[in-house]
């Protein structure tokens, strides 16, 4: 058997290795249409060439020059907020009476 970065394509097992996200989150990509898999019998394979498509079209980070609030931040912005008021990221307040 060829090394993975020898071969033309990886399963799901190996792109997920590869990339260091898990299996499901590839196939999260897949299902979202991020990234393309084909079918070969049984299996689902990526090819290299939709391997590099993919990673290219991840955003970059930070994004917009700077990075989101750290969890202290958020933990400290959601603890100020009201009782039974929850945010959510890039949305106004909202309260759950």
Do not use: C
């Amino acid at each position: 058997m060829k090394n993975p970065i020898d071969r033309d394509g990886y399963d799901v097992g190996e792109f997920a290795e590869r990339h260091g996200i898990s299996r499901s989150q590839t196939y999260n990509e897949i299902n979202s249409g991020r990234l393309v898999a084909r079918k070969v019998g049984s299996r689902t394979i990526i090819t290299r060439e939709d391997a590099e498509r993919w990673r290219k079209s991840l955003p970059r980070f930070p994004i917009d020059g700077r990075a989101g609030p750290s969890a202290r931040q958020r933990e400290a912005e959601q603890s100020a907020l009201p009782a039974g008021t929850k945010r959510r990221r890039g949305q106004q307040p909202t309260s759950h009476v």
